[in-house]
């Protein structure tokens, strides 16, 4: 079969063992440097893409991406408010709800958190928060009656179970802005949610008539709306408020959430960093590699030229050498992060349950558990840029090898 001779010769370089063992030792420690780069670097990638798809499936879809509050009162034109949000640019759905903070008691244990009264009506447009409610959905909020639905956390906590009474105390405040005992509000709950994380011990729901009752408000002082970028929502939560003649608060998921979002961004860009400093002191390794070949392979070398082989034949030969180095390498570190990226959400699980720790806290963090999406097209990227480093690493020792005189190295005279 035909073959290239720098191809053959290169190939049997590589695969043949050299006579010094301290040869194939560097050149074993190259590949194995270049496999655990790309491993770690796709399965660490992964992780980090694993968060942002949590944080963006997840935690965005419980959270508003955007909100605009009113700075005091309600709205006054309600509905024409919420058509000209729709109606905007970027903007996908919009709800209106209203915002308290309060403490609820059950039995002398007391809670503070933050009540949303919603329109059950419009919220799964904005928010999928309802698939997070146990056995029901936003039907058992009653507009005519007290409910509420609490985090399962929450209602631990004040030891409360679905059809309970609890109190709700909203701070009241008298002359001169001092603060009067609460008012009392007894409410029924009839709903929990668990989303995971912080929001199941902060958030409860209510419908949004309760809360105008109970404030005295015409219609809502808020709403929230969906927007189709969610990297944009702080760009066009701003556009949108210009519009409405009202003085209000601008919030977006990027203000509340936003460290999550820039911690992964940051943590991405080191991880890259970092392990392909790693790749790069194995495709040093390379470069030793082939520093002693070339030597070893001298008088071969000089027996080539003699018998008219060519500088470029010469320097493809060794070319192949690290090129064979660098792409089992990259074989085995693509192979064994793929692998592990896969599995690596149900590996931490396995060695959580062996040692009876978790790593990630669900009253830390927004999510429980280790996430980890493979994106194909980096794991290609990762594989190319370590390859073409490996081949790059050949080139100084490819060119040493070309000038060798053989004249010299047979010790003929000049």
């Keep these: 079969m035909f073959r290239p001779l720098s191809l053959y010769i290169g190939?049997?370089?590589?695969?043949?063992?050299?006579?010094?063992?301290?040869?194939?030792?560097?050149?074993?420690?190259s590949i194995l440097g270049i496999a655990l780069g790309v491993m770690a670097l796709i399965v660490g990638l992964s992780a980090m893409n694993g968060f942002e798809k949590a944080l963006r499936d997840q935690l965005l879809s419980v959270v508003p991406h955007a909100e605009l509050s009113m700075v005091s009162g309600s709205f006054k034109h309600l509905q024409n408010d919420l058509i000209i949000v729709e109606n905007s640019d970027g903007v996908d759905a919009a709800s209106a709800f209203i915002k308290l903070d309060v403490l609820l008691e059950n039995n002398n244990k007391m809670q503070a958190l933050q009540v949303r009264a919603i329109t059950p009506e419009t919220e799964g447009n904005v928010t999928h928060i309802e698939r997070f409610i146990q056995q029901g959905g936003w039907e058992l909020l009653n507009k005519d009656k007290y409910t509420i639905i609490l985090g399962?956390?929450?209602?631990?906590?004040?030891?409360?179970?679905?059809?309970?009474?609890?109190?709700?105390?909203?701070?009241?405040?008298?002359?001169?802005?001092?603060?009067?005992?609460?008012?009392?509000?007894?409410?029924?709950?009839?709903?929990?949610?668990?989303?995971?994380?912080?929001?199941?011990?902060?958030?409860a729901f209510i419908h949004i008539d309760n809360a105008k009752k109970i404030l005295g408000l015409s219609s809502a002082n808020a709403i929230a709306f969906k927007?189709?970028?969610?990297?944009?929502?702080?760009?066009?939560?701003?556009?949108?408020?210009?519009?409405?003649?009202?003085?209000?608060?601008?919030?977006?998921?990027?203000?509340?959430?936003?460290?999550?979002?820039q911690d992964i961004k940051m943590v991405k860009t080191l991880m890259y960093i970092v392990l392909l400093l790693v790749i790069s002191v194995a495709c040093f390794n390379i470069i030793s590699t082939l520093v002693m070949a070339v030597n070893d392979k001298r008088a071969d070398i000089a027996i080539l030229k003699t018998?008219?082989?060519?500088?470029?034949?010469?320097?493809?030969?060794?070319?192949?050498?690290?090129?064979?180095?660098?792409?089992m390498g990259t074989f085995i570190g693509v192979s064994s992060g793929v692998y592990l990226a896969l599995n690596l959400t149900h590996m931490i699980k396995v060695l959580e349950s062996l040692i009876g720790h978790k790593f990630l806290s669900g009253d830390i963090y927004f999510i429980d558990f280790l996430p980890s999406e493979v994106i194909y097209s980096q794991v290609i990227y990762i594989a190319i840029l370590a390859f073409s480093m490996s081949v790059i690493a050949t080139l100084y020792p490819a060119w040493r090898a070309s000038e060798i005189l053989p004249a010299q190295e047979l010790g003929y005279a000049h």
Excluded at 11 to 24: A, E, M
Excluded at 230 to 241: M, P
Aim: hydrophobic share 45%; no cysteine; net charge positive.
């Design 11 to 29: 190939t049997r370089y590589s695969l043949v063992k050299h006579k010094n063992k301290f040869i194939s030792f560097i050149s074993l420690a």
């Design 152 to 203: 399962k956390t929450v209602a631990q906590k004040l030891a409360l179970k679905v059809g309970d009474p609890l109190l709700l105390l909203l701070p009241q405040s008298g002359a001169n802005n001092r603060l009067k005992s609460p008012r009392k509000i007894r409410f029924t709950l009839v709903g929990l949610f668990a989303m995971g994380g912080q929001l199941d011990s902060k958030l």
């Design 227 to 261: 927007v189709h970028n969610i990297l944009d929502a702080q760009k066009i939560s701003r556009q949108v408020a210009y519009k409405l003649n009202e003085y209000l608060y601008i919030n977006s998921w990027i203000t509340s959430q936003g460290s999550f979002y």
């Design 307 to 327: 018998m008219g082989a060519s500088k470029w034949m010469l320097r493809f030969i060794f070319i192949v050498q690290g090129a064979f180095n660098g792409l």
